[in-house]
C-alpha cells in the first residue's frame, strides 16, 4: 500500500462516510440508540465532537435496492456517544464523518474507524454500535533545496510544508510499508517533478514517529528535455488534454505531463523513465508495465512516440499535484 493511495483513501471516506446497519427488532415501544466513537488505547479514551447521522431504510418499489431517510444527526458527546431516541422499529444506517481522522483532523494521529456493516438487533434500551479509531504512525522529514534551504509548500504530508520545509504525515497504518510520495509547491516552476520514498514495515510501529531526514531537490533549468507525440491505437491524434505519469527506474523520482492535442514536452532530470496511466499502483510501475521506456541524457532531448491505450482525457488542470 503506498501513502499516496492511503491518502486518497483517506480523502474518500470523507465524501463516502463509515456505514454501520442498525436492526430494531419488532418491538411495542420506541427504542433509543446509542452510537459510540473510541480509541483504540487503553484505557480506550472516548472521541468527542464528531458527527454521526443517522438514516432509516425503506424498501424500494422500484428495485431491489433500499432507499433511506435521514433521521438526524447528532455530534458525540464527551462520553464519545451519540444518542438517538424514540426510534420506531426497523433497519437504520448509521454514518460516521471520517474528517477528524487521517492526518488531517483533531484526531490526525488516528486511522478512522474500521469499514464497519453489521446488523445488531436492539431489543432493549440503549443498545447500539461501537466504532474504534487505531493509533497510526507520524513521518517526518525536512525537503530543502540542492543548497540546503527550505522548500514551503511542498505536498505529500498531512498538510503542505512551512516555511521551516517540515513534511509531516500523520495517522499513517503500523506494520505495513508505505511510499512517500512528495510533490513540489503548486506554483513552482523549478522543481516540477515529484519523488518517491519507500519505507519499510519495520520502523511502522503503532505510535511511532519514523523521521527521514534531509529530503533534497535539484532545480530545473527551464531547458526542454523530453518531448513526444500521441496517438490512439487506430493512429487518430487525440484532440483535447490528457495527462499521464512518469516514473524514474534509476531513482526517486516522480512526476506527470500533459498532453495537448497530441503533443506533450518538458524537463526532468536525467534518467530512464516509464510512462504509465494516472492511478496505476506504485508497484506495478515497471518496465514491463510501462506504455513508453525512454532515457534523457544530460544535453540531449528525448523523444518519445506513445499510444493512448483508450481516448480519454483528463480533467486535471495542475500537472504538478499528485495528492
Do not use: C
Request: hydrophobic share 40%.
Amino acid at each position: 500500500m503506498t501513502l499516496e493511495y492511503w491518502i486518497n483513501e483517506m480523502r474518500a471516506l470523507f465524501v463516502t462516510p463509515i456505514i454501520v446497519s442498525i436492526v430494531l427488532t419488532s418491538i411495542a415501544a420506541a427504542a433509543d440508540l446509542r452510537v459510540g466513537l473510541r480509541t483504540d488505547d487503553s484505557p480506550a479514551r472516548p472521541i468527542p465532537g464528531v458527527a454521526v447521522t443517522l438514516f432509516r431504510e425503506t424498501a424500494s418499489t422500484d428495485s431491489a435496492d433500499n432507499q433511506r431517510e435521514k433521521v438526524s444527526l447528532v455530534l458525540t458527546d464527551h462520553d464519545g456517544n451519540a444518542r438517538f431516541g424514540d426510534l420506531a422499529p426497523g433497519t437504520y444506517v448509521a454514518e460516521v464523518d471520517g474528517n477528524p481522522f487521517g492526518g488531517i483532523g483533531p484526531w490526525a494521529d488516528y486511522l478512522p474507524p474500521d469499514l464497519l456493516q453489521r446488523r445488531l438487533k436492539i431489543d432493549q434500551h440503549d443498545e447500539g454500535a461501537t466504532f474504534v479509531a487505531h493509533l497510526g504512525v507520524t513521518l517526518v522529514a525536512r525537503i530543502l533545496t540542492a543548497d540546503g534551504a527550505p522548500i514551503k509548500d511542498a505536498g505529500g504530508g498531512s498538510t503542505p510544508t512551512g516555511s521551516d520545509g517540515r513534511l509531516v504525515a500523520r495517522g499513517l497504518p503500523p506494520n505495513r510499508a508505505v511510499w512517500l510520495n512528495i510533490t513540489p509547491p503548486q506554483d513552482s516552476r523549478l522543481y516540477a517533478y515529484g519523488k518517491l520514498f519507500r519505507v519499510d514495515a519495520g520502523p511502522m510501529k503503532r505510535g511511532a514517529t519514523v523521521d527521514l531526514g534531509d529530503l533534497k531537490w535539484e532545480p530545473m533549468k527551464g531547458v526542454v528535455n523530453f518531448k513526444g507525440t500521441a496517438r490512439f491505437p487506430d493512429g487518430r491524434v487525440p484532440q483535447g488534454t490528457y495527462a499521464r505519469s512518469l516514473r524514474n527506474f534509476d531513482s526517486p523520482i516522480r512526476s506527470t505531463f500533459i498532453i495537448k492535442d497530441g503533443a506533450f514536452e518538458g524537463e526532468l532530470p536525467p534518467g530512464r523513465y516509464g510512462v504509465f496511466a494516472i492511478g496505476t499502483d506504485v508497484e506495478a510501475e515497471t518496465e514491463k508495465n510501462a506504455l513508453a521506456v525512454f532515457t534523457i541524457r544530460p544535453g540531449t532531448v528525448a523523444h518519445i512516440e506513445l499510444t493512448l491505450n483508450h481516448p480519454i482525457p483528463t480533467t486535471k488542470s495542475n500537472p504538478l499535484r499528485k495528492i
